[in-house]
């Protein structure tokens, strides 16, 4: 059996989201009893919280939504990187030696404790040129274990418009705490949702033997 690493943050009403984004909620339709035979829910959250995949939708007005995106950068090899540095960005140096026979998805880990229980506007995120640079290698799909590719006070979304002009998959929110550096299979396949602009995933890892 291959080892399985489970890479996706628990999702409660304890998750953080951007501020003014909407939190978790939820409420029962019904519950189970001596008249019901089950329990439902009813959820409400934002398309971003936890580990999810931005759609082209989220910054690009005529971008594909999440439920049109193609499934295939989401489900093969990728390798991860650790740039646990405490910079602010990801500059093509922390990259560069961990690229040679690279498969065509990175995931960065930037800390060795993912913040996912509290909002802080402090994280890391990729400087717009080691996207580029990543593009240039045929990279298929980035992830990164902080809330955005682009800094929380960003209003341009630099980083983001890489990832747009090429095409680029994103993954982020994940949680590499426990992920040594090396290859893996990646499996974080977004939601059907049609008119959406991310989707949550439930992204894991395996071992490739």
């Known amino acids: 059996m291959r080892t399985i690493w489970d890479i996706s943050p628990p999702v409660s009403d304890r ?7 909407t939190a978790y909620q939820q409420r029962w339709t019904a519950t189970l009893d001596t ?19 931005d759609a082209p939708l989220h910054y690009d007005p005529h971008g594909p939504s999440a439920g049109h995106m193609a499934l295939e950068p989401f489900l093969g090899p990728c390798r991860v990187i650790h740039a646990r540095h405490g ?14 026979n690279c498969p065509p998805r990175i995931l960065v880990s930037t800390t060795a404790k993912a913040k ?11 400087a717009p040129s080691s996207l580029q640079l990543l593009a240039d290698q045929g990279i298929q799909l ?4 902080t809330p955005s590719v682009d800094p929380a006070s960003s209003k341009t979304l630099e980083s983001h418009q ?21 290859d893996y299979e990646l499996i974080a396949l977004p939601l059907a949702l049609i008119q959406a602009d991310a989707s949550p995933v439930r992204a894991i890892l395996r071992s490739l033997d």
């Open 162 to 182: 890489v990832l747009r002009h090429h095409a680029m998959r994103v993954l982020e929110n994940l949680v590499l705490d426990e992920i040594a550096p090396g």
């Open 116 to 126: 996912y229980d509290a909002w802080s506007d402090h994280f890391t995120a990729f």
């Open 15 to 21: 998750s953080p989201v951007f501020p003014g984004d």
């Open 87 to 100: 910079r602010p960005l990801i500059e093509p140096a922390d990259l560069l030696p961990h690229l040679s």
């Open 142 to 145: 980035v992830g990164i274990d």
């Open 35 to 53: 008249h019901c035979p089950v329990n439902v829910a009813e959820i409400r959250l934002s398309t971003h919280l936890g580990a999810h995949a």
